[in-house]
């Protein structure tokens, strides 16, 4: 399958990827990026039946189309007790997080040392982290290198955890600043990603825009 436009002008904002060895793999990752999820599907599918990828892919896919509750299982599947701290791990640990399930995030970060998802709970927790360790060590870092996906990444994680803090610190004036900090992020993450043809980000901060929306009766004049 050859890749169309724009997929091809991703590459400049993703520099990490600029030394992977499996173009297939690089297609399906563009591909995600801008949701484009059932040619995704396909051509993970078209490599499993060749023996050539396991059921990450489709578990990846699951999820990245909301349906986390079965992203998560297919990735249980998959894992079973072995090796978590790998790019599976990863995923299912974001996969967790995406559809809300602290439980399941916190296992799956600690279990895949996944610093991402760790920090974004630290973040939910009233804990920002110091230096290189909270999220916004890890943006500045991002921005450093010039990975506009893996900054775009982050931010959402950022902002979804400063949203949902809300429900987990209480309504005092300083989580309302935080949340009110959050939503800003995600609309600012929702124009940057869609003008950048990062869709699936696009789609995700609006979504969390609205799943964690203040009911009318608490919000402050």
Same mark, same amino acid.
């Given at each position: 399958?050859?890749?169309?436009?724009?997929?091809?002008?991703?590459?400049?904002?993703?520099?990490?990827?600029?030394?992977?060895?499996?173009?297939?793999?690089?297609?399906?990752?563009?591909?995600?990026?801008?949701?484009?999820?059932?040619?995704?599907?396909?051509?993970?599918?078209?490599?499993?039946?060749?023996?050539?990828?396991?059921?990450?892919?489709?578990?990846?896919?699951?999820?990245?189309?909301?349906?986390?509750?079965?992203?998560?299982?297919?990735?249980?599947?998959?894992?079973?007790?072995?090796?978590?701290?790998? +790019?599976?791990?990863?995923?299912?640990?974001?996969? $967790?997080?995406?559809?809300?399930? @602290?439980?399941? *995030? %916190?296992? =799956? !970060?600690?279990?895949?040392?996944?610093?991402?998802?760790?920090?974004?709970?630290?973040?939910?927790?009233?804990?920002?982290?110091?230096?290189?360790?909270?999220?916004?060590?890890?943006?500045?870092?991002?921005?450093?290198?010039?990975?506009?996906?893996?900054?775009?990444?982050?931010?959402?994680?950022?902002?979804?955890?400063?949203?949902?803090?809300?429900?987990?610190?209480?309504?005092?004036?300083?989580?309302?600043?935080?949340?009110?900090?959050?939503? +800003?992020?995600?609309?600012?993450?929702?124009?940057? $990603?869609?003008?950048?043809?990062? @869709?699936?980000? *696009? %789609?995700? =901060? !609006?979504?969390?825009?609205?799943?964690?929306?203040?009911?009318?009766?608490?919000?402050?004049?």
């Amino acid at each position: 399958m050859r890749l169309s436009q724009p997929s091809l002008e991703l590459l400049i904002d993703v520099p990490r990827f600029e030394t992977l060895t499996d173009p297939p793999g690089l297609e399906f990752e563009l591909l995600v990026q801008e949701d484009r999820l059932d040619e995704a599907e396909a051509l993970a599918k078209d490599r499993l039946r060749r023996d050539e990828w396991n059921e990450g892919y489709l578990c990846r896919v699951h999820c990245e189309r909301g349906r986390t509750d079965e992203g998560t299982r297919c990735f249980r599947q998959l894992l079973g007790t072995g090796l978590r701290a790998n +790019r599976w791990g990863r995923a299912a640990a974001r996969c $967790a997080w995406d559809g809300h399930d @602290l439980d399941e *995030a %916190r296992h =799956a !970060a600690y279990s895949a040392h996944d610093p991402r998802v760790m920090a974004a709970l630290d973040t939910l927790n009233g804990y920002s982290g110091e230096g290189d360790e909270g999220l916004p060590g890890m943006l500045a870092a991002a921005r450093s290198q010039h990975d506009v996906l893996e900054e775009l990444q982050l931010q959402l994680l950022l902002g979804s955890a400063e949203m949902r803090a809300w429900s987990t610190l209480g309504h005092a004036p300083a989580v309302k600043a935080k949340l009110d900090r959050g939503r +800003r992020r995600l609309q600012s993450l929702v124009a940057e $990603a869609s003008k950048r043809g990062f @869709l699936l980000l *696009a %789609r995700k =901060a !609006a979504l969390e825009l609205k799943r964690n929306s203040i009911p009318p009766a608490t919000r402050t004049h």
